[in-house]
């Protein structure tokens, strides 16, 4: 069955980095695109950014454009997210998803 794990999140000042990883599994990674999303405390869930099969082709939403960076190893069948520059409104548990299956989830928190 598919199955996604998150991993990365963490506690960060404003302007640092971390780096999220989602391991999947149960289905033939390289055929499906993959999105990263993300819930804020008491909000719903945003769209943050996708990427196609291949790796070649990426979109993001405004909010993070210009500070994440997705990718993707179909080798390892794994799907990154690299976040610079990041905010206390980036805040939030960050989840990787495809074809209507999600993971756990992984907390990202930026605070001074």
């Known amino acids: 069955q598919v199955q996604l794990v998150e991993s990365g999140g963490g506690l960060v000042q404003p302007g640092g980095s971390l780096r999220l990883s989602c391991a999947a599994s149960g289905f033939t990674f390289s055929s499906y695109s993959m999105t990263w999303v993300r819930q804020a405390p008491g909000k719903g869930l945003e769209w943050v950014s996708d990427i196609n099969g291949g790796g070649g082709s990426m979109h993001y939403a405004d909010s993070v454009k210009g500070r994440f960076t997705i990718s993707r190893d179909n080798a390892k069948n794994t799907l990154y997210l690299q976040m610079n520059s990041l905010k206390p409104e980036d805040t939030a548990v960050y989840y990787c998803?495809?074809?209507?299956?999600g993971g756990q989830g992984t907390q990202v928190t930026v605070s001074s």
């Open positions: 998803a495809t074809a209507g299956h």
